[in-house]
């Protein structure tokens, strides 16, 4: 049973880089043929996805967060991690990781990780 | 404003049948059977209930149901049970520059 772990930091002021990984334990993060996503969800609010990366380093990212967004992945850890840039308040959410079954499904989901944005 | 149109609340009571509607364009919805639709209870994180627009993952159980036409994709719970009140996402591949639109979520709540 695959598990996904997000850690980071809780707190990140604005302007600074907030950075999170995602640990993935019951299976290798390079086995079969899946991508690996960050999703953020601001309290009382829908899901938006970040974006994604195969464990070739082959990222996509989501048009309106480009520009901020770095997905990196250590196939030796068996973790992938994000950074996302110039935080202002409306980056406050719970961030989460999860797998992408192909074309576009996510069938495993960390626990969520709340990240404030907040001097 | 998410890219997907979805009611903002729903209600039923046991046993019902509701239906959750998710409307998109030609350039997400309509233009690819890659419809998937979410479950999560408060606090939790969201469960992958209905992909490929009606297809079942493993466990899910056959009172989820999936369709779709046109602009257009549907959920439908039927015989619905306490543990379904929730919120519900749908999802839809969009292409390869926006790659995946979810939207604004539906709370179900069974009275």
């Known amino acids: 049973q695959v598990q996904l772990q997000e850690s980071g930091p809780g707190l990140v002021k604005p302007s600074q880089t907030l950075s999170l990984t995602c640990t993935v334990s019951g299976g290798s993060i390079s086995s079969g043929s899946y991508y690996w996503s960050w999703i953020r969800q601001p309290a009382g609010k829908g899901l938006e996805w970040i974006g994604r990366?195969?464990?070739?380093?082959?990222?996509n990212y989501n048009p309106s967060l480009k520009s901020r967004v770095t997905i990196s992945v250590d196939t030796s850890k068996n973790q992938f991690s994000l950074k996302l840039s110039s935080v202002t308040a409306a980056d406050t959410a719970v961030y989460y990781c999860?797998?992408?079954?192909?074309?576009?499904?996510?069938?495993?989901w960390g626990q969520g990780t709340l990240v404030t944005v907040s001097s | 404003q998410s890219a997907l149109t979805q009611p903002r609340s729903v209600s039923g009571s046991p046993g019902q049948s509701v239906t959750i509607s998710c409307t998109g364009t030609s350039s997400d919805v309509g233009g690819y059977n890659y419809v998937s639709w979410y479950q999560q209870h408060p606090g939790k994180a969201p469960k992958l209930m209905i992909y490929?627009?009606?297809k079942r993952p493993s466990g899910v159980p056959d009172r989820f149901s999936g369709s779709k036409s046109g602009n257009t994709a549907s959920l439908t719970i039927s015989g619905l049970q306490a543990e379904d009140e929730a919120d519900y996402y749908c999802c839809s591949y969009a292409g390869s520059y926006t790659f995946g639109v979810f939207g604004g979520g539906t709370k179900l709540t069974v009275l």
């Open positions: 490929d627009v009606s």
């Open positions: 999860a797998r992408v079954l192909l074309p576009w499904y996510f069938d495993y």
């Open positions: 990366i195969y464990t070739s380093g082959s990222t």
